[in-house]
Every structure is written in structure tokens, then in C-alpha cells.
């Protein structure tokens, strides 16, 4: 039972670059999040996917784009990327949002620097 | 959701009690405290939340005040793994995300 898993785990990007940051998860969760985290500071929601076939934008979405690819899958891409989105991104999920419950389970994460 | 307050860092001698204190004067009546962790950078962990009764599993006990305005989370034997970024996060139903601040940096020193 692996849990949260992202892929790649570092990545190195040129300015204007795309990429695809990949998550999946196997506990059969509804909720999936993606969370930034810059240097010295707490985590930041990027965008949310309550249940399959739904996302929407988090704090910080300007620059990023996601797909709940199926139950399991929930993937961020970058279009063109910047150096303010050089950050430590990760994936989270949980069984349903919007309840008191609501226990999170994350990624280990994955390290994007942008040249 | 309500912001919460945490001293940025504290220090603890190993084998002892580590109490975490987390200020959340602003909180509304149906709004959770949650504790998660983070060790040394990877993904956050969560490990306890309540709503107004004191709470206890295998990581951690949480008191919270009668007023709710505060919480402290207790390690009752706080070890070198505990050494991490804790977070106090409150939030209420209907919430999606969890409101992450800079948390309070434990130490447990040998």
C-alpha cells in the first residue's frame, strides 16, 4: 500500500518549459490537492479536485493547469515555466473533502527548480 | 478559517513532554483543530484533530480550552524523530484545503 506517490521526484526546468507533475493515489480517496511549498514557509493550495470529473483553483492557480485523469490520478502541469515557480510541490488526498474528518495524506513531494 | 498563532521554535530534551501551544482566538464554532507535522521537508503527516473535548491516539494527546481559543498538542515522549515543523491548522466543514502557517520548528535535543 504505497499511499501518495509523485513523480518525478526533482526535476530541472529552462524558463518556458513544460512539464506534467504526476500523483497517484491507492486508498481509494474522492479528494485530491496539489500544495506549493517555497523556502521557509508554510504550504500554499494550488488547485483541488473535491471528486472525480471536478477541479477547482486554489490560494495560487495563476500558471498551472490540472486533470483529474480518473479516481487515482491527479496530475499539474506547468505550460510555460517561470523561476517563481521553482518550489517544492506536493500532492495530497483524502477520503471526502468538506467534512470534519478530512485527514490529508501527502506525497513526498517533488522538488521543481526553474533555471 | 481561522489563522492560527505558534512560537516559531521551541527546544525539548528527549524522553520528555513536548507541549506545543497554537493561539486561535478567532475561531468560529464549528471550525476543527488539526495538528499535522513535517519532518525535514517531506510531505506534512497528520496527527491529531478535535473539536472541543480533549483528544488522544498513539502519536499525541490535544487540550483544548473550554473557550476553544487555544489548543496545546502534547508528545508525552518526545524522541529524536519528533524533531519537525508542527503545524496547528483550524478549519470548519465545507473547507477544502488546509490553511498551512509557518508552524512552530521542534528540536528534541539528546
Known amino acids: 500500500n504505497a499511499g501518495v506517490t509523485q513523480t518525478p521526484k526533482f526535476q530541472v526546468l529552462k524558463t518556458g518549459q513544460s512539464m506534467t507533475l504526476q500523483c497517484a493515489q491507492d486508498?481509494?480517496?474522492?479528494?485530491m490537492y496539489w500544495y506549493r511549498q517555497d523556502p521557509g514557509m508554510g504550504l500554499r493550495l494550488i488547485y483541488y479536485?473535491?471528486?472525480?470529473?471536478?477541479?477547482d483553483k486554489g490560494e495560487v492557480p495563476n500558471g498551472y493547469n490540472v486533470s483529474r485523469l480518473n479516481k487515482r490520478e491527479f496530475s499539474l502541469r506547468l505550460e510555460s515555466a517561470a523561476p517563481s515557480q521553482t518550489s517544492v510541490y506536493f500532492c495530497?488526498?483524502?477520503?471526502?473533502?468538506?467534512?470534519?474528518?478530512?485527514?490529508?495524506?501527502f506525497g513526498a513531494g517533488t522538488r521543481l527548480s526553474v533555471l | 478559517d481561522a489563522k492560527t498563532t505558534q512560537p516559531p521554535s521551541m527546544d525539548c530534551a528527549e524522553g520528555r513532554a513536548a507541549n506545543l501551544p497554537c493561539n486561535h482566538s478567532?475561531?468560529?464554532?464549528?471550525?476543527?483543530v488539526y495538528w499535522y507535522r513535517q519532518i525535514h521537508s517531506q510531505g506534512p503527516q497528520y496527527i491529531i484533530h478535535?473539536?472541543?473535548n480533549n483528544e488522544t491516539n498513539e502519536m499525541a494527546s490535544l487540550i483544548i480550552t473550554e473557550d476553544r481559543k487555544s489548543s496545546t498538542l502534547i508528545l508525552p515522549h518526545a524522541t529524536l524523530r519528533d524533531t519537525a515543523v508542527y503545524y496547528c491548522?483550524?478549519?470548519?466543514?465545507?473547507?477544502?484545503?488546509?490553511?498551512f502557517g509557518t508552524g512552530t520548528r521542534l528540536t528534541v535535543i539528546p
Open positions: 495530497a488526498s483524502s477520503e471526502v473533502g468538506g467534512l470534519a474528518k478530512n485527514i490529508q495524506y
Open positions: 486508498m481509494n480517496h474522492n479528494s
Open positions: 479536485s473535491a471528486s472525480e470529473g471536478t477541479t
Open positions: 478567532t475561531i468560529s464554532g464549528n471550525e476543527y
Open positions: 478535535g473539536l472541543k
Open positions: 491548522i483550524v478549519r470548519g466543514t465545507g473547507a477544502n484545503n488546509l490553511f
